[in-house]
Each structure stands twice: as C-alpha cells, then as structure tokens.
C-alpha cells in the first residue's frame, strides 16, 4: 500500500509518517502545492492524504487536478478548516473522506483503511483477524463460524479496534468514533470501561483469540493471542 | 416624557408669564389712554361751556352737577390767577340707565377757572369714567382666552409640525432599536442638517463597532483556528510515546495527564470555534429537523454514560415537533442540554425529556439549589469546580436558540431543575 502525505507541517508530517510506517505502508511525503502537484502526476497511490491549505496553492486545486486526470486517488483531506462549505467541496471533488484538525492518529487510521478498503475491487467488506471474521456490510461477527451478538455500540467499538490492531487507542478517540463528536462535556470516559469489560466477556465466552488489552489506564489496545 | 409633550410645557409655562405680563402692561397703557382720551373731551367741554357762557349767562348759575355735567361758582380774581387747571379721580353718586337707584361711580374731574365780563369762576367739568374692576374682569377674560387660544394652536402645531418635523429622527431610531451588528446601518433620507449629522455620526460609530466586533471575531476564529495544528501534533507525539511502550508506570501516568489536558484544549478550541460560527451565521443548510428524532438519537447516545452514572433518562412524546433548521446544530443544542442534565446529577437521579407541540422540556434532579439564570448562559460558568467540561456547553446552547429565535427558558420547581426550548 503506497500514501503520500502532503502536509506542510514538518512537525506534523513526522508523526503522521511514524505513525503509519508501524501500519506497513509506502510513504512519501510532498510539504508543499508543486511537489505534490509532481508526485501526484508521476505515480499512483493508494491513498493520498492532502491538506487543504498549501505553500503555493490550494489541496482542492491539486484534487480538482486529480480529478481530470483521471486517477482514482482515495483522497483523505486533512484539514485545520472544519468549515462545511470546504468539506462539501472536497467530497464534491471526489474527496473520499474529510478529517479536521486536530485528530487522533487512531482516527486517521480507521479512515485510511476504511477507505482503501471500500476502493478495492473485489467489494469484499470483511476484517479477518485470527479466528473471528467482522462483516462490515452484514454488520454481523462470527468466531469460528458461529454469530456473536454484538449490540450497535459493540459492534462500533470492535470495528474500531480491528482497523487499529496492535495500535493504541484512546478512550476519548473511541468516545468520538463511537459516542458522536458532541462530547463537550464527557467529564470523563470511564463509563467506555464497562463497555470494554463487557465485549471483552463476549470475546472470551466464545473463545476468541483476540484480546483487548488496557495501556496505561489511557485506552487499550486490540492484540492477536 | 416625550420630546413633543416636554416643548408643550416649557411653552405653556413660559406663555403663561408672557402674557400675564402683557396683560397687566396693557392694563395700565389702556387706561392711561382712556384717561387722557377723557380729559381732552373735558377740555373741550370747557372750551365750550365758557364760550356758551358769553353768549347765554344763564348758565353761570348751574352751582351743582344736579343738572349737567359742569358746575360753575364765582370766586376771586386772586383765587382764578393761582388756579391752574387739574384733573381729577373722584367718585360721585350717579344713576345709569340699568341703576335703579344713584351708586357711586368713578368720575374725571377738571377744575378749572375762566373769566366773563370782568368776573372770574371756577369751573367744574366731569365726564364718566371706565369702571376699573370692571376693566380688570374683561382684561382677565380676554387674556385667558387668548391663553387657551394659543395652548391649543401649539398643541395643534407640535402634533402636526413638529412631529412631522421629527418623523425622521424616529424613523431613525426605530431602526437603531432593531439594530444588530450585520445588519444593514439605519438610514433615513431628510433634509434636516441635524438628522442628517446625527445620522453620520451614528453609522461612524456603529462601523467602527461593527469593525471591532468583527476583528474579535476573526481573532478568536484565527485563534482557534491556528491551533488546531500544534495540538494535532501534540497528541499525536504523545499518542505515538505511549504507543512505543516501555514506560514507567509513573512516566506513562504523566503522558496520559497530559494527553488529557491537551484533550481538554481541544475540546475547549473545538467549542470556540463552533460559537464563532454559530455567531457568524455560518451555518446556511437549514431544513425541516424532526426534534422528536433528534432526542431519540442524542438519547441513545447517551446511554452508556447514563447507565454508568445510575441515571434513567426517560422519554415522553405528546407531539411531533419540528423546526426549520441546520442539522448538526438541532443536536449540539439537544445533547448539550441532555448531557448537561446527566453530567449535573445525582446518583439514581432522573432526566424527563417532555416533547409537546411547541416545546422541549427537559427536567434533572440534581443540586438543590436553584442556579442563577443570568450565570447559566454564560460563558465558562462553572457550578462544580471539578469538571473537565468547558463550561461552554450551555453558552452554545444559547447561541444557537437566540440564532433561531427559539426561546430558552431555565425554572427550578419541585427540586428539579428544568429548561425549557420553546420552538415557534
């Protein structure tokens, strides 16, 4: 899987690339409008992410580019402007996603992958890992072949945790992903450890060979036994 | 008091002076006018009598006013010399034609003396005069009237002129009044200069309002807005820190306080921001928003967090409610009311969400105490000093429902504490 980050934050842009290189992507990084107007023409990626507000030029322009290329880019926009307006332009664009500023790098994650995934050509909606298959579409889980009831929120969480293997997860990035964005007053997050406690006794009952396992009392971590 | 009504009574008043005034200088000119007006028909009297006087002697005999209006006695010729002629105020016993009996009435008297065919005499002429009371009522009378008289045409002009006049100074105003910044200035077209400078002197004022509020604005948007990259890449290190793992429990303790605080700013800029927005008037897509569904959604997401606080939120529906709005901001106004209501409770407490057809209420158990509504709305007001909240929530709220024009109002009856969100 090859990314290119176009970011002009070099601060920015290192966590991102440390982050995903632990998720075995091919990064290549572009900080401002002409080099990433370069790298977009040359190459093909799975997945760009592009910020909206360049050196030289405007993320929306390079995606218009893009777009008369022809070239299917699953284009995450990354932006610090949580304005609608800007949002509904990207996805017009042909933008696949749009993050806002700040963001949990659990949250890129999930969306990268979601979007790869939804862009690949065998429409298989499904997250394998160990024993237990996750349908996306069905929105069904299976543990060696029998159905575990999982509620909505269950089901929300355990997608969370699967598109973020052996990466951390914060309680406030799950709240988020979960719970909705309206989490102003979230005082705090320790009603999300009950939930945990009980999709872990889920996933012990039917055996299961995954875990979630907690890190630091700040958030868990979905590992493979 | 209205400017109209003021103008009446500082004219009334000073009128009143005016022409009391007037009235008692007119009194005494008239009557100084009167009097010399007599006294030249006096002379003339004499005039008359003494040249009568030479042609007929008989009426040199008249001794007393029983007869006429003259009376004549014979004196020295040493008397006549040291007479100079001099007019009088006396009062005689007089009978007019509506007396039924003599009464005294003033008179004008001139004494004077003449002299016939070598004999001197005094003579005495009279001529009836105005009576004075009498002039005195009738002046009165008429300087009343004309007191009413011109009351009434100033009344008639201020009502009609003045606020003809003024028209445009309240126009003016009543835009004033209706003012808010964004709104187009107030104008009113005259050609009166003072309105005119007034009117300039206002929009200076108002733009350069409008200025400051609008570099406020921008300042608290750009400064929300800039940070919103460093705090990306602050949790982000520390995310990526605690990741990495082997940490001390102690060193990972401190990287988890600090990715809470951080959180807390985010959370914090994410609020401020949405309030800048809200008060710019940037949210455009509105449409038909079922409340009923937006409660049962922001209810459902609640769930968890009630349950873990032991607190029953329960539902109940008398009537669909909708509302012509932006989406996303029917949800941040429901669930910061309803996390409110949760956040604020007690242990076992109760939320009752009422739909009606005009509007939400939502009652909590919680501190027994009544908060102050005025602090409630406000910015970063905090009841519990131990929250992580942002103390922006209800100011949010607020924001939003004077956006729309929904009414918010806050009641604590029966211990509960109660808001109500009135949809027109």
Redesign the interface.
């Known amino acids: 899987m090859k990314i290119l980050i176009v970011e002009d934050?070099p601060?920015?842009l290192k966590?991102?690339v440390?982050?995903l290189t632990?998720e075995y992507f091919v990064i290549e990084t572009a900080n401002d409008f002409y080099s990433a107007e370069e790298k977009m023409e040359l190459y093909d990626y799975d997945c760009i992410l592009l910020d909206i507000m360049l050196p030289n030029g405007s993320g929306l322009q390079l995606l218009e580019q893009l777009k008369k290329a022809g070239k299917q880019g699953n284009v995450i926009i990354i932006s610090?402007?949580?304005?609608?307006d800007d949002k509904l332009k990207g996805l017009e664009l042909g933008a696949d996603d749009y993050l806002?500023?700040?963001?949990?790098?659990?949250e890129l994650n999930a969306r990268i992958k979601a979007v790869i995934r939804r862009n690949q050509l065998d429409g298989k909606n499904t997250i394998e890992i160990a024993n237990t298959v996750l349908d996306l579409k069905e929105r069904t889980f299976v543990v060696n072949n029998t159905i575990v009831p999982l509620n909505r929120?269950e089901f929300d969480i355990l997608n969370y945790f699967l598109l973020n293997k052996n990466?951390?997860v914060?309680k406030?990035a799950l709240a988020e992903h979960v719970?909705?964005d309206?989490?102003?007053?979230?005082?705090?997050y320790?009603?999300?450890y009950?939930?945990i406690k009980n999709l872990r006794k889920k996933l012990t009952e039917a055996k299961a060979e995954i875990e979630i396992e907690a890190?630091?009392?700040?958030?868990y971590k979905l590992t493979e036994q | 008091m209205k400017l109209l009504n003021k103008s009446l009574i500082y004219l009334s008043v000073s009128l009143f002076f005016v022409i009391g005034l007037w009235t008692v200088v007119f009194y005494f000119n008239m009557f100084r006018e009167i009097k010399e007006s007599i006294d030249e028909g006096l002379e003339n009297y004499k005039r008359q009598i003494i040249y009568q006087a030479q042609k007929d002697p008989t009426i040199l005999n008249k001794k007393t006013f029983a007869e006429g209006f003259f009376a004549i006695r014979e004196i020295s010729q040493a008397q006549a010399v040291a007479m100079t002629d001099t007019y009088t105020d006396t009062i005689m016993l007089m009978q007019d034609a509506d007396d039924e009996a003599p009464e005294p009435e003033p008179v004008r008297l001139l004494k004077t003396a003449f002299e016939n065919h070598g004999k001197y005499y005094e003579l005495r002429v009279i001529n009836s005069m105005v009576e004075e009371d009498d002039l005195v009522k009738e002046l009165f009378r008429e300087a009343l009237g004309l007191y009413l008289l011109l009351i009434a045409i100033i009344i008639f002009i201020n009502n009609f002129v003045l606020q003809r006049l003024w028209k445009p100074f309240y126009s003016f105003l009543n835009q004033l009044k209706k003012y808010r910044i964004g709104n187009k200035f107030p104008e009113v077209k005259t050609e009166t200069q003072e309105f005119n400078d007034l009117q300039k002197a206002v929009t200076i004022l108002l733009q350069r309002n409008a200025e400051t509020y609008e570099q406020q604005k921008q300042f608290i948007g750009n400064a929300s807005h800039e940070l919103q990259t460093p705090l990306a890449i602050a949790t982000n290190k520390l995310e990526l820190l605690i990741e990495k793992g082997n940490l001390q429990p102690e060193q990972a303790e401190n990287i988890a306080e600090t990715i809470n605080i951080i959180e807390r700013l985010v959370r914090l800029n994410k609020s401020l921001l949405l309030l800048t927005k809200i008060e710019n008037n940037q949210f455009l897509d509105n449409k038909t928003v079922s409340f009923n569904e937006v409660v049962k959604q922001s209810v459902n997401d609640l769930e968890e967090i009630a349950d873990y606080k032991n607190v029953t939120i329960s539902v109940s529906e008398t009537s669909e409610l909708t509302a012509h709005m932006n989406l996303s901001l029917a949800y941040a106004v429901v669930s910061n009311l309803l996390r409110n209501a949760v956040f604020h409770n007690t242990e076992n407490g109760t939320v009752t969400v009422t739909i009606s057809e005009k509007a939400i209420t939502i009652r909590n158990t919680g501190s027994k105490t009544p908060i102050s509504e005025t602090q409630l709305f406000s910015r970063f007001h905090k009841t519990e000093s131990n929250t992580n909240g942002t103390g922006l929530g209800l100011a949010i709220v607020k924001a939003i429902c004077d956006l729309y024009e929904f009414p918010i109002v806050y009641r604590f009856e029966n211990d509960l504490h109660c808001f109500e969100l009135r949809i027109k």
């Open positions: 934050e601060a920015l966590t991102l440390d982050s632990k610090a402007k949580d304005s609608l806002t500023k700040p963001f949990h790098i659990a929120k990466r951390l914060t406030t719970w909705g309206n989490t102003d007053q979230a005082d705090n320790d009603f999300i009950y939930q890190v630091y009392g700040i958030g």
